[in-house]
């Protein structure tokens, strides 16, 4: 069974920067639409909002506003793999990081989710932002 597996992450000063990885462990990415999810401290997971989405049949990506301008989602294909590269980190930023497989992005607007119910999360990524 393929299982997506996060890493990348790490403590940074504010306003610094982190690229994150989603590959799969047992096979190859499953879908042309990887989403990545964040579960901030004290927060539950949430599958209906992604940080970041990508098609990577049409090129279409989608950001929340939370990290539009910061955050740039891509796939590479030699690799297998797609980044999370996050810039101009902030403290509302730290959280576990997730990735996701078939997710949904709608026609139009920069709101992109996880197919629910979605309970097949790896261990995720930990992202730390402090001085």
């Known amino acids: 069974q393929v299982q997506l597996v996060e890493s990348g992450g790490g403590s940074v000063q504010p306003g610094g920067s982190l690229r994150l990885s989603c590959t799969a462990s047992?096979?190859?990415?499953?879908?042309?639409?990887i989403g990545w999810f964040r579960q901030a401290p004290g927060k539950q997971r949430d599958g209906s909002e992604a940080l970041a989405c990508i098609d990577s049949s049409d090129g279409r990506t989608r950001y929340a506003d939370s990290v539009k301008g910061r955050f740039t989602i891509s796939r590479d294909k030699a690799n297998d793999a797609v980044y999370l590269q996050m810039a101009s980190l902030e403290p509302d930023d730290p959280a576990i990081y997730y990735c996701a497989p078939d997710v949904v992005l709608p026609p139009s607007g920069s709101r992109c989710y996880a197919i629910a119910p979605y309970n097949d999360w790896g261990q995720g990524t930990q992202v730390t932002v402090s001085s």
């Open positions: 047992g096979g190859t990415l499953p879908s042309d639409r």
